[in-house]
Antibody, heavy 121, light 109 residues
Framework: QITLKESGPTLVKPTQTLTLTCTFS??????????VGWIRQPPGKALEWLAL???????RYSPSLKSRLAITKDTSKNQAVLTMTNMDPMDTATYYC?????????????WGQGTLVTVSS | QSVLTQPPSVSAAPGQKVTISCSGS????????VSWYQHLPGTAPKLLMY???KRPSGIPDRFSGSKSGTSVTLAITGLQTGDEADYYC??????????FGGGTKLTVL
């Protein structure tokens, strides 16, 4: 059974760097054709894709946020980590991590419960 | 402004059928598979459909998907009150970015 869980600060100040960790089980990011993505949802707004890291360490980023994002993985800990620099109140959102693979042609088939991050001074 | 366009809301009575549209372009829907997600507030989004019209295990056949050109449609028949949720379409773009629609709120009257 695949499960994912996000962890990180609930409150960050403007200009700070956010680091979120996705800890998962039921699969490994060393397995071929697997990936972990990050998606966020600001309050009252739509889902927004942020980044995805593949089993082979290839990485993809949202073009509009690429300069602020970095995604890494630690296969020994079954974790994927997202960092976002220069946080702004507009980045207040629930942040989700999700599993993706060629089984569903890279749809996001398992999601974490999400973690709400508030950006405020 | 989302890359994929969905109606903000749809509604129908219990037992009825509803459809949710999602339109994009040749660089996303027109050249890639589309997935659909159901999202109840405070919960994790759930994958309803992938590869345009394939249901993951456990998703009832009341849910179906179709694609035509640069648009896709999610149909839900035999509406239940438990189907009230936000629905999102998603796909990949030629720029190798994932994109989502703006979401559609389904109200079961």
């Amino acid at each position: 059974q695949i499960t994912l869980k996000e962890s990180g600060p609930t409150l960050v100040k403007p200009t700070q760097t956010l680091t979120l960790t996705c800890t998962f089980s039921g699969f490994s990011l060393s397995m071929s054709a697997v990936g972990v993505g990050w998606i966020r949802q600001p309050p009252g707004k739509a889902l927004e894709w942020l980044a995805l890291i593949y089993w082979d360490n290839d990485k993809r980023y949202s073009p509009s946020l690429k300069s602020r994002l970095a995604i890494t993985k630690d296969t020994s800990k079954n974790q994927a980590v997202l960092t976002m620099t220069n946080m702004d109140p507009m980045d207040t959102a629930t942040y989700y991590c999700a599993h993706s693979s060629t089984v569903t042609t890279w749809a996001f088939d398992y999601w974490g419960q999400g973690t709400l991050v508030t950006v405020s001074s | 402004q989302s890359v994929l366009t969905q109606p903000p809301s749809v509604s129908a009575a219990p037992g009825q059928k509803v459809t949710i549209s999602c339109s994009g372009s040749s660089s996303n829907i027109g050249s890639n598979y589309v997935s659909w997600y159901q999202h109840l507030p405070g919960t994790a989004p759930k994958l309803l459909m992938y590869e345009n019209n394939k249901r993951p295990s456990g998703i009832p056949d009341r849910f179906s998907g179709s694609k035509s050109g640069t648009s896709v449609t999610l149909a839900i028949t035999g509406l239940q009150t438990g189907d009230e949720a936000d629905y999102y379409c998603g796909t990949w773009d030629s720029s190798l970015s994932a994109v989502f629609g703006g979401g559609t709120k389904l109200t079961v009257l």
